[in-house]
């Protein structure tokens, strides 16, 4: 799944290209509308905090990052531990460093903007809508052709380079 972006001026064209993205066969759950806070979306697809945020890019560093830390805090136990250690604890430091770095890291990213979404604040808080549509790779071409062709008062801004997988 690929995420594509869009900006469209204003409701009724959002609501236009969410009804031709239904009718394409897109499920609400791949369809993600951000506004400016306290826009009335109607029956619109609100984004949810997973794309207004940055927890999952937050968790995935806090993942890595913690997990080093606790292979590195292991090792270092190793060398100082006086007599052989097996692998096994310095696994469960490594997990619980990966665990704690993920819970940690998540919840700062839930206070934090999305990265991705920022580069559009402006235009939301005059007005405008962002449409962020997550897709097959090879239905981006033939969606984003059709939502210019149909509005073109709509902007395509850009594609979103790998998306997670939906659970």
Do not use: C
């Not at 290209?17 to 697809?45: F, M, S």
């Not at 939502?147 to 008062?153: E, G, L, R, T």
């Amino acid at each position: 799944m690929r995420r594509i972006y869009f900006l469209s001026p204003d409701i009724g064209t959002t609501h236009k290209i969410v009804d031709e993205l239904r009718l394409e066969g897109i499920e609400d759950r791949h369809i993600h509308i951000l506004a400016k806070r306290d826009t009335p979306l109607d029956d619109l697809p609100e984004a949810s905090e997973f794309q207004k945020t940055d927890f999952v890019p937050a968790m995935e560093r806090g993942a890595a990052l913690g997990g080093a830390t606790g292979l590195l805090a292991g090792l270092v136990g190793l060398r100082f531990a006086g007599f052989a250690i097996a692998g096994g604890p310095v696994l469960g430091v490594l997990l619980y460093g990966a665990t704690i770095g993920t819970i940690m890291s998540g919840l700062a990213g839930l206070e934090v903007g999305n990265s991705r979404v920022k580069q559009y604040s402006e235009a939301i808080e005059n007005g405008a809508f962002l449409v962020m549509i997550d897709i097959p790779s090879e239905r981006i071409d033939t969606i984003s052709q059709l939502i210019v062709k149909h509005h073109p008062s709509a902007q395509f801004e850009g594609i979103e380079p790998l998306m997670p997988p939906s659970y």
